[in-house]
């Protein structure tokens, strides 16, 4: 191997590892030829009977100083804006440390390590070097923004999640005291708060840090926010649906706000993708930046998305209970059922990390109930052998049954997503009947369904640190004048993400060959619960 290849092959090592960190379904190998290995039949196997390998190839575009991306050049007839930036009221000025280490200028972006090319091989160190990046989220030494001008909005959409009312504290806490911005907003029950009234009142409110600084403010509805990182839900309100650009762009227009922070998931990004070609078509100055939520972490750019850890720590807790249930009766049967519509992340880093899990169910691992190597079979031998068994389950897995026609609904949440058929209430019934008619086996079951809890309890301590850090850098991305992006970390690092890489990314799934999926199987020891290969 030449000095080049071998070069190359350090770097992508290293690339690797945090592809994989972000993501973990990209594989990297030196060239082509690299992959044309003797597979193991077995792994041949495996691959076949699952649905075939998605590969997703990301653009990694860089947040340039352009019409799309820049506030101040959405009009295509304005000048050089650093002729008009403010100064950051944060840089000390004697103190040259800070100044000089902690702020970023224009062209920062996060390093090569934590991307990957288009893709799934590489050929040269200088194809990986030449990898387009995003542009790093953080407080930069000038602002396009004059903070007393500043009149921004913050508003929760989609499900809640532990963690939105940390969010919305944090933003409210580095506007209000990093930057001096003293009209904040927030706008109740999701992206119809902007334009629609309740019945007795308006959906917009003041938020203050504190009841100390509602003397600076006035009006009626005012709500300090000091407190809010204890709280669980959104102090805001939420809600699904309901969105109108034209009438969220006037109300907006009107009220001359000219920073908007969304905190939602994929469904309020396509919103916000909308939203932003609107005021693009307008001409209209207003930074939108969004804060994404998704509690079963299932955006396919994105390292770790708040309220994910909450929500493992709290299943973790319910499987344990399930496991003291289980472990009481003569033949007891412990099943879980978790949060995570077509990704089993929660299920499966919850049984990670519970470690009395015997059998995980997840939606990306299509599974047979009946048969010889069945679902069913295999919890009647755990049961005669241990006479115990330990069940957690995705609430979407039902869409994985291969040989269960369970009665499917065409229905959708308010979001326009997919409801998938349910299968708890299936598993419960059947297998007590299963074991007393085939076995004579007398199965005590106890369904445990902690859905609600795991998105309505307070965020814990891994959770509120991560909603400082994106609530924090999303005030400092529209300060410095961007805006159509969403703040999140890849590959460790925070960046600036458009809008249109979240709309229209696919879930990020837990593929067959995920090393935490390998991991898992191996402590439980489950079978892949397939009878025969599919053609």
């Known amino acids: 191997m030449d000095s080049t290849s071998k070069k190359a092959l350090i ?18 190998s030196l060239n082509k030829d690299a992959q044309q290995e003797e597979r193991d039949p077995m792994e041949e196997l495996k691959r076949s009977v699952r649905e075939p390998r998605r590969r997703v190839t990301l653009r990694y575009t860089e947040l340039r ?64 070097l030449g990898a387009p990046r995003y542009k790093k989220a953080g407080p930069r030494t000038h602002l396009y923004y004059n903070p007393k001008n500043v009149k921004a909005a913050i508003v929760t959409c989609g499900g809640i999640c532990p963690g939105v009312n940390v969010v919305i504290r944090e933003i409210v806490m580095m506007l209000w005291y990093g930057y001096k911005v003293r009209e904040i907003y ?12 309740t ?34 839900g959104t102090v805001l309100g939420t809600s699904r649906g309901e969105f109108d650009a034209e009438k969220i762009v006037e109300e907006l227009q009107a009220r001359g706000i000219n920073q908007v922070y969304a905190i939602g998931g994929a469904g309020t ?38 309220g994910f850890d909450t929500a493992v720590e709290i299943a973790m807790w319910a499987i344990h209970c399930a496991d003291v249930e289980a472990n009481s009766a ?19 880093h919850a049984a990670l990390a519970n470690r009395d899990v015997n059998i995980c169910l997840i939606p990306e691992s299509p599974f047979d109930v009946y048969g010889e190597k069945g679902l069913f079979e295999y919890i009647m031998k755990r049961l005669k052998e241990r006479h115990h068994c330990v069940i957690v389950m995705s609430e979407g897995v039902g869409a994985a049954v291969r040989d269960v026609v369970l009665k499917k609904s065409k229905a959708k949440d308010a979001s326009g ?107 439980t020891g489950q079978p892949p619960f397939l009878n025969e290969k599919i053609a």
Not at 201 to 227: F, M, W
Not at 273 to 300: A, C, F, M, R, Y
Not at 330 to 348: N, P, S
């Open 11 to 28: 770097v992508g090592a290293t690339m690797c590892a945090c592809a994989a960190t972000a993501y973990g379904v990209y594989h990297w």
């Open 65 to 128: 100083l352009d019409i799309e991306n820049r506030v101040k050049q959405v009009d295509t007839f304005m000048k050089d804006i650093n002729n008009k930036e403010f100064p950051n009221p944060m840089v000390v000025k004697n103190r040259e440390e800070i100044r000089s280490g902690t702020f970023l200028t224009s062209k920062s972006c996060i390093p090569i390590q934590a991307f990957t090319v288009p893709g799934d091989t590489f050929e040269s160190e200088a194809q990986l």
């Open 186 to 197: 927030g706008v109740k029950y999701g992206f119809k708060g902007f334009w629609a009234k």
């Open 199 to 232: 019945a007795s009142e308006s959906c917009y409110v003041r938020l203050v840090p504190g009841i100390a600084e509602n003397e600076q403010v006035h009006g009626a509805n005012i709500i300090p926010v000091a407190d809010l990182h204890t709280l669980g």
């Open 269 to 306: 990004h396509k919103g916000l993708l909308v939203l932003s070609k609107l005021l693009k078509k307008k001409k209209t100055e207003i930074s939108l930046i969004g804060v994404p939520k998704t509690i079963d972490n299932d955006i396919q750019i994105i390292d770790r998305t708040f």
């Open 330 to 348: 003569e033949y007891g049967v412990g099943l879980v059922k978790v949060m995570g519509r077509y990704a089993g992340h929660i299920a499966m």
């Open 417 to 523: 997503n997919l409801i998938p058929p349910d299968i708890s209430g299936f598993l419960k019934k059947e297998i007590v009947k299963y074991g007393m008619e085939k076995y004579q086996l007398d199965i005590t079951l106890k369904f445990i369904d902690p859905y609600y809890m795991l998105r309505s309890t307070p965020a814990n301590s891994s959770d509120r640190e991560l909603c400082s850090v994106l609530a924090e850098y999303a005030v400092h991305t529209a300060m410095a004048g961007y805006t159509n992006c969403t703040v999140g970390s890849v590959g460790g690092y925070s960046a600036m993400i458009p809008f249109k890489e979240i709309a229209e990314s696919k879930p990020h799934l837990i593929t067959w060959d995920n090393r935490n999926w390998q991991r898992l199987i191996q402590s």
